[in-house]
């Protein structure tokens, strides 16, 4: 049997396409193996964030080298947005490689790898750099998946200052309503439990489209009989609406977990990233969210040594920090991306300050986020089994409506996808601990 490997590294639109080119491999003929060495078709489906990400993969890439040297037949692409932003130059870099394919190009993927095996080449295919018009591609086989994920939209017109997905991922293009919605009855026919909708800026779904809007498009999948839990990111908090807050407090499947990456709370930094909104109004939308929603969860994802950065603006963060009280934050040191406006601004912050400044942020943000987890001892949650832990097969992990992480001792009834009451017994930073609650709701 031919096998592959798919190595994934970035964010979850990044795991979603590797499944997609997974079963588009699978229609070929190949089933996926978990070793290097054992696969006829290698891919690395790369991300271009930050350039610790970068390094990562490179080093990845050369590790195939010997494979490839051992075995000719082996074919070797590199996929995803480090794929679209260097085309040819990986060539040059790591000959070894077979083919670059870049972003919304997976519906080629087949061809290419058909192509390879008869004559052995280089292949370079890269979408225009608008992105192009993504192309619909097959959902993945299931395997009794109870969870997936559902891309909604591609792209970014966002142009934050620092940031390369927009120049990589190409231009905001949603997908049809209709598609969308045919994709999760069919799930939810499956026995899917729980979908995540996948976009850079979820909620400015429909805005090439007429006729639909992401309230719209949520309202409409919370109806979908069998789903019993809908998650969508990135949401970007200028454009959260009411109207979307009021359709999430009204809905029985939308969940209540808000992801609203604040990046930073300095107006002047805010302004220099090109977020579109100020602290003030950001204060202004997650009092909203609490007062619609009192069981939020909300978490963030916030950029430490932006140029400019002086110690008043991380004094600013930090006490934005204290008032908003994240259940829990992504921090990221600042990674300056050539092409981007920021790369070549002034006042660029030094490494060690940004190191300092990080472990300040997290220092700070892991006090609240232990006490916001605190809160929930004693308490019972609904939990949706996601299976046993990684490293003991006796404690299994499930996630709470408001994507909090539980672990309990395994009972040898509970299945993946199966909801449960679990009584919370101690909280750690970044998850929870209890046992089944036999009395529970
Ligand atoms: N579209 C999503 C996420 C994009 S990338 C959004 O807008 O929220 C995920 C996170 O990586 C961003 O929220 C940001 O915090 C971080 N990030 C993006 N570019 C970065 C850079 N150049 N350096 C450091 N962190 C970055
Ligand atoms: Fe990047 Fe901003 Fe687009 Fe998110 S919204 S992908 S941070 S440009
Ligand atoms: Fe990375 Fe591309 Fe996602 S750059 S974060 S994999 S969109």
Known sequence: MRKYIILTYGCQMNESDSLRMGSELHKLGYEPTTELAEAQVILINTCSVRESAENKIYGKIGEVKHLKAANPELIFGVTGCMAQKEGEK???????????????????????????????????????????????????????????????????????TYCIVPYVRGREHSRKEADILAEAAAYAKQGVKEI???????????????????????????????????????????DFSDELISVIAQSKHICSHFHLPLQHASNKLLRKMNRGYTLERYLELVKKVRQAVPEAVITTDLIVGFPGETEEDQ??????????????????????????????????????????????LMDVQNDISLEKNQAYVGKTVRVMVEGPSKNNPEIYTGRTDGNKLVLWPYRGQEQVGDFLPVKIEKAQTWLLKGIIDDEGK
């Open 315 to 360: 004094a600013v963060m930090l006490d934005a920090l204290r008032e908003i009280r994240y259940d829990a934050a992504y921090t990221f040191i600042y990674s300056p991306r050539s092409g981007t406006p920021a790369a070549t601004m002034e006042e660029q912050v030094p490494q060690e300050v940004k190191k300092a400044r990080l472990q300040a």
């Open 196 to 238: 995540t909708l996948l976009g850079q800026n979820v909620n400015s779904y429909g805005k090439n489209l007429s006729g639909t809007s992401f309230p719209e498009l949520l309202a409409k999948l919370d109806a979908i009989s069998g789903l019993e839990r809908v998650r969508y990111m990135t949401s970007h908090p200028r």
């Open 90 to 160: 990986l060539l040059k870099r790591a000959p070894h490689i077979d083919f670059v394919l870049g972003t919304n190009k997976i519906h080629e993927l087949a061809d290419i790898i058909l192509e390879l095996s008869n004559h052995p080449q280089h292949i370079v295919a890269l979408a225009p750099a608008d992105g192009g018009e993504p192309e619909e591609v097959a959902p993945p086989s299931l395997e009794n998946a109870k969870s997936v994920w559902l891309p909604i939209m591609y792209g970014c017109n966002n142009f934050c």
